[in-house]
T-cell receptor, first 117, second 113 residues
Framework: GAVVSQHPSWVICKSGTSVKIECRSLDFQATTMFWYRQFPKQSLMLMAT?????????EQGVEKDKFLINHASLTLSTLTVTSAHPEDSSFYIC?????????????FGPGTRLTVL | QKEVEQDPGPLSVPEGAIVSLNCTYS??????FMWYRQYSRKGPELLMY????GNKEDGRFTAQVDKSSKYISLFIRDSQPSDSATYLC?????????????FGGGTRVLVKP
């Protein structure tokens, strides 16, 4: 099967600091990775689409200078929350996409819970 | 109006019952339909994928798509307590790997022993 990992699984930081979250596809190459945010009891909200070697495409309303995305290789994408504030506390989930069996299949990571104090 | 509507639940059923979940959508351009299961504090995992209208069965799970009504369903037979989770429908316009998914809000399901 296709496995996507995220690191760290949870992080607590002080307001004003930056936090980096890694997303790795462990057994396949993903040209496209996606970053989502999920608040309690709500669905996934797409933040940005990340393509290897190019700039990420951000969804409307997502601050690109606050949520820095780097997709340096076919197996690694990173999300950096810069100058984090309590309202950035959330569950961040990445997915890695591959074309399998003729359809767009996204494999999700286990998520990273960010708490900003 | 949201692109994809899904009843948030919670849907509570006794063990062994059939769980019936559904989503409606407004954009007839959606071509690919998926159901994901998400346990609390975990990432979603793909359960079923369908392309055309009709039924698709996989073990205890049956997915139905009615493109004319813009309505998709997921049925879980012989439900187990381990099926307690949030179920998300996800729709895609095209099959390209880079195409983003549009998610429903998710339905919380609780299967009671």
């Amino acid at each position: 099967g296709a496995v996507v990992s995220q690191h760290p699984s949870w992080v607590i930081c002080k307001s004003g600091t930056s936090v980096k979250i890694e997303c790795r596809s462990l057994d396949f190459q993903a040209t496209t990775m996606f970053w989502y945010r999920q608040f309690p009891k709500q669905s996934l909200m797409l933040m940005a689409t990340s393509n290897e070697g190019s700039k990420a495409t951000y969804e409307q309303g997502v601050e690109k200078d606050k949520f820095l995305i780097n997709h340096a290789s076919l197996t690694l994408s990173t999300l950096t929350v810069t100058s984090a504030h309590p309202e950035d506390s959330s569950f961040y989930i990445c997915s890695a996409a591959r074309l399998a069996g003729g359809y767009n299949e996204q494999f999700f990571g286990p998520g990273t819970r960010l708490t900003v104090l | 109006q949201k692109e994809v509507e899904q009843d948030p639940g919670p849907l509570s059923v006794p063990e062994g019952a059939i769980v019936s979940l559904n989503c409606t959508y407004s954009n007839s351009a959606f071509q690919y339909f998926m159901w994901y299961r998400q346990y609390s504090r975990k990432g979603p995992e793909l359960l079923m994928y369908t392309y055309s209208s009709g039924n698709k069965e996989d073990g205890r799970f049956t997915a139905q798509v009615d493109k004319s009504s813009k309505y998709i369903s997921l049925f879980i037979r012989d439900s187990q307590p381990s099926d307690s989770a949030t179920y998300l429908c996800a729709l895609s316009l095209i099959k390209a790997a880079g195409n983003k998914l549009t998610f429903g809000g998710g339905t919380r399901v609780l299967v009671k022993p």
